[in-house]
């Protein structure tokens, strides 16, 4: 199984940008899907989960400008980023955990955001 994550790209601070992340199968098992990102010379850290029942949580800098959200029919993941700032720049990958302790990471996506 395989994490497809697409969507980045170039963009203007205040500019908006959706990323998807599609699984090529199923995970047994999954009960959290969510997006990450690594900054240039800094640790990946946790922008967005999506727990099995819906409930999402957001890293503070990206509560109300970020949309975590999915489509369970497709087996896959967004994230809407609205309001983009050039401190998002970065890449986004995508993961999906598992009640057995597995995680999935998918390959991640460039997001660039110009002053």
């Known amino acids: 199984v395989q994490l497809q994550a697409s969507g980045g790209g170039l963009v203007q601070a205040g500019g908006s940008l959706r990323l998807s992340c599609a699984a090529s199968?199923?995970?047994?098992?999954?009960?959290?899907r969510g997006w990450y990102r690594q900054a240039p010379g800094k640790e990946r850290e946790l922008v967005a989960i999506i727990l099995n029942n819906g409930i999402t949580n957001y890293e503070d800098s990206v509560k109300g400008r970020f949309t975590i959200s999915r489509d369970i029919a497709k087996n896959t993941v967004y994230l809407q980023m609205s309001s983009l700032k050039p401190e998002d720049t970065a890449v986004y990958f995508c993961?999906?955990?598992?009640?057995?302790?597995?995680?999935?990471w998918g390959q991640g996506t460039l997001v660039t955001v110009s002053s």
């Open positions: 993961n999906s955990k598992t009640v057995y302790g597995g995680i999935y």
């Open positions: 199968g199923k995970i047994s098992g999954v009960n959290a």
